[in-house]
T-cell receptor, first 114, second 113 residues
Framework: DQQVKQNSPSLSVQEGRISILNCDYT??????FLWYKKYPAEGPTFLISISSIKDKNEDGRFTVFLNKSAKHLSLHIVPSQPGDSAVYFCAASERVTGAQKLVFGQGTRLTINP | DVKVTQSSRYLVKRTGEKVFLECVQD?????MFWYRQDPGLGLRLIYF???????EKGDIPEGYSVSREKKERFSLILESASTNQTSMYLC????????????FGPGTRLTVL
């Protein structure tokens, strides 16, 4: 049973426009949410996170919004640049014995067109 | 910068072979993780470790085991490789038990024939 879902396998956006990636979750016990970016042949790299007690976090061109009542979060990238073309994974964190365990979504492939 | 390295980028093994995937991190992180990444399924946690010789099962531990004899090194073992274990394997580490951010290695693409 997928606790974190990214329902769009791919997204294509024109350079300079806004990219919006979406993620839904089911477990109310998740305490942090993260976005990772992955280029081919590389491991995922951390992009931005948000605590479950907040509804927005901004870092430069990247903003993450959290709607707890809808169990939904989104990543906004503005303006989109060609280097943003990658696979984006949403992840949710829950405390387990010994660690903060991350549960990942399926990923969304973002393509920025010039 | 945190560096997580994995012993091989590509590996081809035969069904039934014992396979070792090695991961090393250089930042004295307490926690280490093994994931597999498959198309349409995202990253799924196989095992993690929060201290030397300590290990916990993740979401899909069947067919795998792990070993952590030193803090910086975490090994994933496929006791008898099967074709359904063909996948991208990713190792990650995090600083502390309460740290959410994980740092990933480049991955090992394992093919089991």
């Amino acid at each position: 049973d997928q606790q974190v879902k990214q329902n769009s396998p791919s997204l294509s956006v024109q350079e300079g426009r806004i990219s919006i990636l979406n993620c839904d979750y089911t477990n109310s016990m998740f305490d942090y949410f993260l976005w990772y970016k992955k280029y081919p042949a590389e491991g995922p790299t951390f992009l931005i996170s948000i605590s479950s007690i907040k509804d927005k976090n901004e870092d430069g061109r990247f903003t993450v919004f959290l709607n707890k009542s809808a169990k939904h979060l989104s990543l906004h990238i503005v303006p989109s640049q060609p280097g943003d073309s990658a696979v984006y994974f949403c992840a949710a964190s829950e405390r387990v014995t010994g660690a903060q365990k991350l549960v990942f979504g399926q990923g969304t492939r973002l393509t920025i067109n010039p | 910068d945190v560096k997580v390295t994995q012993s091989s980028r590509y590996l081809v093994k035969r069904t039934g072979e014992k396979v070792f995937l090695e991961c090393v991190q250089d930042m004295d992180h307490e926690n280490m993780f093994w994931y597999r990444q498959d198309p349409g399924l995202g990253l799924r946690l196989i095992y993690f470790s929060y201290d030397v010789k300590m290990k916990e099962k993740g979401d899909i531990p069947e067919g795998y085991s792990v070993s952590r004899e030193k803090k910086e090194r975490f090994s994933l073992i496929l006791e008898s490789a099967s074709t359904n274990q063909t996948s991208m394997y990713l190792c990650a580490s995090s600083l502390w038990v309460t740290t959410t951010e994980q740092f990933f290695g480049p991955g090992t693409r394992l093919t089991v024939l």
